[in-house]
């Protein structure tokens, strides 16, 4: 078992659209008992100053945000069971069921890049589909190329925001280096450079295109 995006859907006296109905005893008393279940547990409370946001339970590198109709973040998977039994202790919500989506891995950035180099033939491959068109004078933006990096894309414990996404620079640099290879061709489009898959007769005739540097660049931000 590994680390997993959870979602604890929560029943409590909080409304979507409403909020608390201005019922400040039962906003308050949510929130201390809240507080108090983590603690006991051996939790730590990152406590929020403004009313608007609330508090997030954190445990290693485990975290909840304390959402009065959801308690949503990565946690083990094999602590679902005592978190459940955790929520089912408690008297101003109850937990009416549990939702697991997206796995997360611990993996540096170093072993990330790995990752990808494994998969170099098979990212190659998508690519070239991806941007393969019907006819020499279309081109795909680079809204393919982002698509291509999400999929390869692994979420992280150390980037849980996905604000550091190495897949977005590795799909991107192997785009520049098979437009090097003439296996990929630019062009300037309505709509800025544009990128189609070379034919095999393209392929083997080609002279190295000009690259623009500023759209690759683009593709990895």
């Given at each position: 078992m590994g680390y997993r995006q959870v979602y604890f859907r929560i029943?409590?006296?909080?409304?979507?659209?409403?909020?608390?109905?201005?019922?400040?005893?039962?906003?308050?008393?949510?929130?201390?008992?809240?507080?108090?279940?983590?603690?006991?547990?051996?939790?730590?409370?990152?406590?929020?100053?403004?009313?608007?946001?609330?508090?997030?339970?954190?445990?290693?590198?485990?975290?909840?945000?304390?959402?009065?109709?959801?308690?949503?973040?990565?946690?083990?998977?094999?602590?679902?069971?005592?978190?459940?039994?955790?929520?089912?202790?408690?008297?101003?919500?109850?937990?009416?069921?549990?939702?697991?989506?997206?796995?997360?891995?611990?993996?540096s950035d170093e072993d990330y890049w790995a990752l990808l180099e494994t998969q170099k033939a098979e990212i190659t491959a998508v690519i070239l589909e991806q941007f393969k068109t019907k006819r020499r004078n279309l081109y795909k933006s680079g809204e393919a190329a982002m698509n291509i990096a999400q999929r390869f894309t692994v979420r992280r414990l150390c980037d849980k925001e996905g604000n550091r996404n190495k897949a977005n620079l590795y799909v991107s640099q192997l785009i520049e280096s098979l437009i090097a290879e003439g296996r990929l061709i630019t062009a300037r489009t309505k709509n800025g450079t544009g990128i189609r898959t070379a034919t095999k007769a393209e392929w083997q005739e080609h002279t190295p295109p000009l690259v623009d540097k500023d759209y690759l660049s683009r593709l990895a931000g």
């Open positions: 029943n409590s006296k909080y409304a979507y659209g409403s909020g608390w109905s201005n019922d400040d005893k039962a906003a308050e008393a949510f929130k201390e008992e809240t507080r108090r279940l983590f603690q006991e547990a051996g939790w730590t409370l990152q406590i929020s100053k403004n009313k608007s946001v609330c508090d997030t339970a954190v445990k290693g590198q485990q975290d909840l945000y304390l959402h009065p109709m959801n308690f949503s973040g990565v946690i083990l998977e094999e602590d679902i069971p005592t978190i459940e039994a955790l929520l089912a202790k408690a008297a101003t919500f109850q937990c009416r069921g549990t939702d697991c989506y997206e796995t997360y891995l611990e993996l």
